[in-house]
């Protein structure tokens, strides 16, 4: 055996956005242990660009985030408790409409993320979202004081630089976008 090898499992918690679950595992040199696992429902992370007051602007949503204890500006993204199955795109644009109002003609599959695969098996499809039209939100409960604003390229990466965006999935989704630009270019 060369990985780690699930031998039982117990739910510990649930709710209608996560499950901890704890698995009784064996190692690879044959070792008993336990390993605490998150599992969520894969998210879709949303790059909208195209909008705000020139073409080049990028929309951000602010919000605050309870575990931290702080507002934090970041791409829109979620999930979709009790539609697991939703398509990626599907939940993309739900979640774009939601959060922000607008809606997109044309949409980019830029890659997947691990949130963080040492303890959740969540996964994050991003998109990048063009041809966009402004609406109302459809704000959730826990997303009351979320609001969005336009940023620039250069915004966007001297908040990324000062401390000002941490969120880890909304860095990598720029990653990604800057990938796909390069490859674009090539």
Not at 1 to 28: C, K
Not at 73 to 88: D, L, R, Y
Not at 135 to 161: K, N, V
Request: charged share 25%.
């Amino acid at each position: 055996m060369d990985h780690i090898r699930r031998t039982g499992s117990r739910e510990v918690y649930r709710n209608p956005w996560m499950t901890l679950r704890e698995d009784a595992i064996e190692r690879p040199d044959g070792t008993p242990g336990i390993y605490g696992v998150v599992d969520k429902p894969t998210y879709a992370l949303v790059i909208a660009c195209g909008g705000g007051p020139t073409a080049d602007q990028y929309c951000l949503v602010e919000q605050f985030r309870y575990p931290l204890g702080l507002r934090r500006w970041e791409f829109p993204q979620g999930t979709a408790p009790g539609m697991a199955e939703t398509e990626p795109a599907e939940l993309a644009a739900r979640e774009l409409r939601e959060e922000t109002g607008l809606t997109a003609t044309t949409w980019t599959a830029l890659g997947m993320l691990d949130v963080a695969p040492g303890m959740s098996s969540q996964r994050g499809r991003v998109f990048l979202a063009t041809g966009l039209t402004e609406g109302e939100p459809e704000l959730e409960p826990e997303e009351q004081d979320l609001r969005s604003a336009w940023f620039s390229r250069e915004q966007i990466e001297t908040m990324m630089r000062s401390g000002e965006i941490t969120d880890a999935q909304s860095i990598a989704a720029w990653t990604l976008l800057l990938l796909h630009e390069r490859t674009d270019q090539a």
